[in-house]
């Protein structure tokens, strides 16, 4: 392993990009970052433009609004870029693959690097998503 | 030539600041991570970030916006504060006496990073980074002022002596400034003077994650963002250090002493840590009232005792 690869792999900025979601994914999300999961301790950061994130986390199910806002956001984005869709919803379309406003699961819109499934994940299943995507 | 090109690349220059200041802001995290019962990043943290941004990442430049000015000002905030540096710390390792005034080039010199900053920001074309950049301009002139109190009452306290070098020979010949009420005075000043030049947490307004994501910076990736980076590490450790040098006697390179000038540094990162971990951010119209009023009242409260000499 390159030393490249290796700083960009210990140091994962995240930005989160939340869809038409229920909010259950989010407050799974923001476990990770606080004190009993502390995802900081592999140096990974939330951090508040797309400009300095390394990882795009997506979760909620894509409506049409949402596909046009989340192809604008992964175009602003500075590669190399990782692409994490969590939660049923981002995975599959889960519940809402049938709407009629739904507009794909996030792998129909933008390339994924990995799927974390649940409704809502665990914090242990999205940190166990985080090492094997890690680890690749 | 090559000796002074020597400090300014490696010792005190670029490198050893770069690199101490990575450490401290690495001690920044560990212990607002156990402030918040966490267990904080590994110790080479900081550097992981410093070279992902600067090998890994792709520089997006603003279509709307100038690019030279854009990318042109993070270099010269890391020359500024790099600059400053060198003239804080040659004369506190005792290398050189530094220059007749070097403590207002060096009062000059700080401002450098934060202009490089706001310049940087409205070259981005951005609207939340011009809000940013408004805010820092409020910022800095209010407590530009209160900084310059600071740096009068120490010339007055060492008796008309605009050196840092005599600044801190006159402080090992007798006591320390901060043993004295006008002293500590100062020293509480100067600290909320540093905690808004560095931007942390009460006075963190021009770059409010939450609420303007980011703002003077929310261009800014990839190379551009590791130099503003490296600048915000060395500004961690050469504002403590300037305070240590003309307030708390400056460093003794000698045996055991050196462990005791290394624990004053970490000992004001470590205040300046815990006051950033216990409080709000304020908005711009407080912190401007907080500097104009309160904090230039008790600068100048202590310029009247130090008239009376206590």
Redesign the interface.
């Given at each position: 392993m390159g030393f490249k690869s290796y700083c960009f792999k210990k140091s994962l900025w995240v930005f989160h990009f939340g869809g038409a979601s229920c909010n259950n994914c989010d407050i799974e999300i923001l476990d990770c970052l606080t004190p009993r999961h502390d995802l900081e301790r592999f140096g990974i950061l939330l951090v508040g433009s797309i400009r300095h994130a390394d990882v795009l986390l997506v979760n909620g199910s894509i409506n049409h609004h949402d596909r046009e806002r989340l192809i604008e956001i992964y175009n602003q984005a500075p590669k190399p870029i990782l692409v994490v869709a969590i939660g049923a919803c981002g995975c599959t379309g889960g519940l809402f693959a049938e709407s009629i406003t739904f507009a794909g699961p996030v792998d129909k819109v933008i390339p994924v690097d990995a799927y974390i499934p649940g409704c809502p994940p665990k914090p242990e299943a999205i940190i166990a998503g985080i090492v094997k995507l890690v680890n690749k | 030539m090559a000796a002074d090109l020597f400090y300014f690349l490696v010792f005190p220059g670029l490198l050893f600041v770069g690199i101490t200041g990575g450490f401290l802001s690495w001690f920044d995290?560990k212990v607002t991570?156990r402030v918040?019962?966490?267990?904080?990043?590994?110790v080479?943290?900081p550097?992981?970030?410093f070279?992902?941004l600067l090998?890994?990442?792709?520089?997006?430049l603003p279509k709307h916006g100038s690019p030279v000015t854009f990318l042109l000002a993070p270099v010269f905030s890391v020359f500024g504060a790099t600059m400053a540096g060198v003239f804080i710390l040659l004369p506190l390792f005792n290398i050189t006496t530094g220059f007749r005034g070097d403590l207002i080039v060096v009062f000059y010199l700080l401002t450098i990073p934060s202009f490089s900053y706001i310049i940087g920001a409205l070259a981005s074309g951005n609207p939340l980074a011009a809000v940013g950049g408004s805010r820092e301009v409020k910022l800095i002139l209010s407590y530009e002022l209160t900084f310059l109190l600071v740096i009068t009452g120490i010339i007055m306290k060492c008796g008309q002596q605009f050196e840092i070098d005599s600044i801190i020979k006159v402080q090992q010949a007798s006591s320390p400034f901060i043993g004295s009420v006008s002293g500590v005075l100062l020293f509480v000043v100067a600290i909320f003077c540093i905690q808004a030049k560095l931007a942390l947490v009460p006075f963190d307004m021009p770059e409010a994650?939450?609420e303007i994501?980011?703002g003077i910076?929310?261009?800014?990736?990839?190379t551009a963002?590791a130099f503003i980076k490296l600048t915000k590490y060395i500004m961690l450790f050469i504002l403590p250090s300037l305070i240590v040098a003309v307030l708390l006697g400056g460093f003794r390179l000698d045996g055991i002493n050196i462990l005791w000038s290394m624990l004053k540094v970490l000992g004001i990162v470590l205040l300046l840590t815990l006051i950033r971990n216990t409080n709000p951010r304020i908005r711009i119209k407080q912190a401007v009232r907080f500097f104009i009023i309160w904090m230039n009242l008790i600068a100048v409260i202590a310029l009247v005792l130090i008239t009376f000499g206590y």
């Open positions: - | 995290r991570a918040q019962f966490r267990k904080g990043p590994p080479l943290q550097f992981y970030d070279f992902k090998l890994v990442k792709e520089t997006i994650e939450t994501t980011e910076f929310i261009e800014y990736s990839g963002y």
